[in-house]
């Protein structure tokens, strides 16, 4: 099982990126999924979920109307679009998938916007 981050990157204020989470050795789209991030020394706080069927979503409200989740159960695939993007956005990103008492996590990608 592994979900594996990426789309990381160095950007400017009021620039984008798309994070992608690919997940293996799971049906993802049994899975609620979701998007955290941890700013350097701060908690790791939840950005944006997904659930199973598509049909309800979350935005925490530091990102709503700039990020945009998404996934491809096709493809095994969680991304994360966003847009805009702040210095206070600069953080670690992590994919989570969650079914009842499973959680799996990725390992990360930096993000560090500039201003």
């Known amino acids: 099982v592994q979900l594996q981050a990426s789309g990381g990157g160095l950007v400017q204020a009021g620039g984008s990126l798309r994070l992608s989470c690919a997940a293996s050795?799971?049906?993802?789209?049994?899975?609620?999924i979701g998007w955290f991030r941890q700013a350097p020394g701060k908690e790791r706080e939840g950005v944006s979920c997904l659930s199973s069927s598509g049909g309800s979503t979350y935005y925490a409200d530091s990102v709503k109307g700039r990020f945009t989740i998404s996934r491809d159960n096709a493809k095994n695939m969680v991304y994360l679009r966003m847009s805009s993007l702040k210095p206070e956005d600069t953080a670690v990103y992590y994919c989570n998938a969650h079914l009842r008492q499973r959680d799996y996590w990725g390992q990360g990608t930096l993000v560090t916007v500039s201003s």
């Open positions: 050795g799971f049906t993802l789209g049994d899975y609620a």
